[in-house]
Every structure is written in C-alpha cells, then in structure tokens.
C-alpha cells in the first residue's frame, strides 16, 4: 500500500459521560435539599414583596400606586442582587447563608418596624421603600449563588431549568396562600415574622447541607442561625402585643 493510500487514524472514542467533574477536594452537593432551600427563598421573598404592597396600600391609601411602586422596586432590586453577586468569588456557601440570615432580620422585621414607624416617621413611603429594595436586593443575590454553589454537581442547563423552575413555583405558593392563608389567619406582622423564620431555618439546614464546604465557619454559622431564629420566635410570641401598642400610638383615643 502505497503512502498516499495509508488509511486516516480513527477518531477517539467520545467520552462515556457528559456529567461534570466535582470540583476537587469537595464532596457532592445534594441538589434536591438546594432546590428545595430555593422553593422557600422563593416564596419567602414574594410574601415580603406582598406584605409591602398590602402595607403601603393599607396606611398610605392609593392601592394601584403602592403595588406598582413596590413591585417595580422589588423586581429592579433582585437585578441590582444579581449584578453584584459576580463580585463574590470565595466561600460562596457562607456567603449564601449569611445573605439568607440577613434576609430573615431584615425580611422578617419588616412589617413589624414599618407598622411602628408609620405613626412617627414623616417620610413613611421612603422607608417602605427602602426595606423594598433592601429585601429585593439580598434575594437578587441569593439565586445566582445557588447556581454557582451547584456548579460541577449538576450540568448547566439543568441547573438554569430546575433553579428558575424552583424559584417560579415557589412565587405561586406564596401568592395563593398570602391572600388565602397567611393574611386571614396570622395577620401581617406573623406573617412577616413566620417567614423570617423559615428563612433562618433554612440557613440552619444549609449549614449542615454545605458543611463540608463551610469548614471551620460550619459552627458560627449555626450559633448564629440560632440565635437569629430564636429572636423571631420571641418577636413572634409578643407579635399581638406589638400590634396593640402600635395602633394604640396611632390614635388618640383607645382602639374598640
């Protein structure tokens, strides 16, 4: 056989699997937990979106200008989140559960500190907002870490798909039961304290979820979900109190 004639090398076998590599040094993260810490992120977040609307439109009146403020702060806010979620590089889990701690504190007080401030802050659609686009800009946050947390356990594509579609259905629970639910049963100051919980709750989990990737934070972490969890509980059990003194202070004479 001549060398023009000399048969061409045939090609690599392709690769067994598509899976992506672990990162090294990490065990796999179970992304079934993570989806679901991005359900009750999810519907943590739209309940505090609600709760501002309802409150704005309760005490400030003009119900069609406070939803459409509230929502558009909220939806610009997660942008603002999700933009500058590329600014964290290291030790993304703990920087995932110290945003959802914080978003327990802030999402969890809201409704109580805006029903306080109303009778004694002149500037009280200011303050409304700024909770808005505080809240809106740590749940920004929270969604692009997920992902990034899941990077290597799971393909691309299903991370996008599974995420998004956590994040969509976790919304529609709490726009059913914020109106059905949460509002007639608990009221809006336990309700917004009820979330803050679930959302300290969930950063309890996670420290045992992505332990191994915490290291030695893995317990400050879980002193501090504690700790902050244990506060909303006590704010929840004196939440009718709070809301007697508040109306009490908005109104001369005593409330029938």
Aim: with cysteine.
């Amino acid at each position: 056989m001549s060398a023009e004639e000399t048969p061409a090398p045939e090609p690599a076998p392709a690769a067994a699997s598509e899976a992506p590599a672990k990162p090294p040094g990490q065990a796999p993260i179970r992304a079934g937990a993570l989806y679901a810490n991005v359900f009750v992120v999810a519907t943590c977040g739209l309940v505090y979106e609600l709760l501002a609307g309802t409150m704005g439109s309760y005490l400030l009146g003009d119900s069609v200008t406070q939803f459409s403020l509230v929502i558009g702060l909220y939806l610009s806010a997660m942008g603002v989140g999700a933009w500058l979620s590329r600014r964290l590089d290291h030790k993304l889990a703990q920087r995932f559960l110290e945003i959802e701690l914080a978003v327990a504190v802030v999402g969890g007080l809201s409704a109580p500190v805006l029903f306080l401030a109303f009778g004694s802050v002149a500037s009280f659609q200011f303050v409304l907002l700024a909770f808005v686009f505080v809240i809106g800009t740590l749940v920004g946050l929270e969604i692009p870490l997920i992902m990034r947390i899941l990077e290597g356990t799971v393909s691309f594509k299903d991370i996008v798909s599974r995420v998004l579609t956590f994040d969509y259905v976790g919304a529609l629970a709490a726009a059913v039961m914020f109106p059905l639910v949460f509002v007639p049963q608990l009221g809006l100051i336990k309700t917004s304290l009820l979330m803050g919980v679930l959302n300290s709750a969930i950063a309890l989990w996670g420290t045992w979820l992505l332990a191994d990737r915490l290291g030695k934070a893995v317990f400050g972490m879980r002193v501090r979900a504690v700790l902050v969890m244990a506060g909303l509980f006590v704010a929840l059990g004196f939440a009718n109190r709070l809301t007697t003194w508040a109306e009490d202070r908005m109104y001369v004479d005593p409330v029938v």
